[in-house]
Structure formats: structure tokens, C-alpha cells
T-cell receptor, first 114, second 113 residues
Framework: AQSVTQLDSQVPVFEEAPVELRCNYS??????LFWYVQYPNQGLQLLLK??????LVKGINGFEAEFNKSQTSFHLRKPSVHISDTAEYFC????????????FGTGTQLKVEL | DGGITQSPKYLFRKEGQNVTLSCEQN?????MYWYRQDPGQGLRLIYY???????QKGDIAEGYSVSREKKESFPLTVTSAQKNPTAFYLC????????????FGQGTRLTVV
């Protein structure tokens, strides 16, 4: 069965500083990986996704993530954050070639401070 | 505009009552999902459906029921058997292929009073 671990429940960071949000997954087969962002009392929006090919994927709002198969990780990064990046971020996994179950991590609350 | 519509945005229910949350999509997606979100627990899958008239239990299906009579609609009923129904409920839809992303509604916040 697939699973996702987001080790950091909260990450405080100052504006214009870099940030990394960590995500590790577990699966016995190949996977597709996603990062979503959620603003308060709203649904989730896709930031970026890894399907295959280049391990570095770029998304919206200046975010990028790197797929590392050996470490089963898909960490999200941004070189310089803005106040408007304050939100909750979710990592998700679905297994290639099998079903449509999309499994989410517990989320990381990113708080950007002045 | 294409998208997913959840209604109502806020819902209050008395203990012992059943309540139905609406989810409609006009994206022509085959698969639809219901998630429950609680602080610190992320999104937990309640039910999902990949085709009309068929659905599967997710990780926390007890106390919930669904139907999928139309491709566009996937209503969720929170029954009186659900012991702790107060939560934020999210509906999503996607193409059946695993490499496609899910699109989410704006959510329904259910409060039991």
C-alpha cells in the first residue's frame, strides 16, 4: 500500500528566505507524485507534479521539487518566499498502473513572517 | 467555466440527524472522491468512484454513504452512525488515469451542534 510522510507539521520562515518542505513516500511500484497548496477554508490547488523523466520539476508561483528515487523523497523548494506563500502544503502519491487512489500526507503549514 | 461545485459551504447539523453534502462537476471526469480533513491529519479518503453506479470504500468509510447515479454528481451522506462528523469535507474529481491530477471543490464545513 502507498503512503506519504510529511515530517514537518509547521515551517516558519522569514520573507525572502529559501524554504524546503519535506515529503517521503512508500510504495512497492512506480509512483506519480504531486504537491498541492491549500489557502484557508478553500480547496486544494495543484502546484506541480512528477510523472517521469527529469527529476526536477517546476511548478507555479516559483516552486520546484526534486524526485529522488533512492531516497523515496519529493521535497518542495522555493528560493525566496513571499508573505502570500503562507498556506498549507500537501504531498500526494498515486501508484502507476493501478487504481486511482490518491493518498495525501498530513500537510505542512508554511508561515512566512516579515 | 469548468470546475467542481460543493454546496453548501457551511452546514450545521443536530446530533442524530443525517445530512447530505452535494458535489457536482462539469469537467467530464470519470473519477470522483470524498475526503475528510481534520487539523493535523491531512486528507483522509472516505469514498471514491471511478464509474457511474460503482464506488469503493476509502480508509474511513464507516458512518458515511455515497451514490453515483450520474457522472457529474457524487453526493455524500453523513449518517447518525458517524461518531465525530464535525470536519471540513472536500470533493475532488480527475480522469481515471493515474498520472492526472485531481481538481478540488471549495469544501463544506460541517458542524454538529
Amino acid at each position: 500500500a502507498q503512503s506519504v510522510t510529511q515530517l514537518d507539521s509547521q515551517v516558519p520562515v522569514f520573507e525572502e528566505a529559501p524554504v524546503e518542505l519535506r515529503c517521503n513516500y512508500s510504495s512497492s511500484v512506480s509512483v506519480y507524485l504531486f504537491w498541492y497548496v491549500q489557502y484557508p477554508n478553500q480547496g486544494l490547488q495543484l502546484l506541480l507534479k512528477y510523472l517521469s523523466g527529469s527529476t526536477l520539476v517546476k511548478g507555479i508561483n516559483g516552486f520546484e521539487a526534486e524526485f529522488n528515487k533512492s531516497q523515496t523523497s519529493f521535497h518542495l523548494r522555493k528560493p525566496s518566499v513571499h508573505i502570500s506563500d503562507t498556506a498549507e502544503y500537501f504531498c500526494a502519491v498515486s501508484e502507476a498502473g493501478g487504481g486511482n487512489k490518491l493518498t495525501f500526507g498530513t500537510g505542512t503549514q508554511l508561515k512566512v513572517e516579515l | 467555466d469548468g470546475g467542481i461545485t460543493q454546496s453548501p459551504k457551511y452546514l450545521f447539523r443536530k446530533e442524530g440527524q443525517n445530512v447530505t453534502l452535494s458535489c457536482e462537476q462539469n469537467l467530464n471526469h470519470d473519477a470522483m472522491y470524498w475526503y475528510r480533513q481534520d487539523p493535523g491529519q491531512g486528507l483522509r479518503l472516505i469514498y471514491y468512484s471511478q464509474i457511474v453506479n460503482d464506488f469503493q470504500k476509502g480508509d474511513i468509510a464507516e458512518g458515511y454513504s455515497v451514490s453515483r447515479e450520474k457522472k457529474e454528481s457524487f453526493p455524500l451522506t453523513v449518517t447518525s452512525a458517524q461518531k465525530n462528523p464535525t470536519a471540513f469535507y472536500l470533493c475532488a474529481s480527475k480522469w481515471v488515469r493515474g498520472d492526472t491530477e485531481a481538481f478540488f471543490g471549495q469544501g463544506t464545513r460541517l458542524t454538529v451542534v
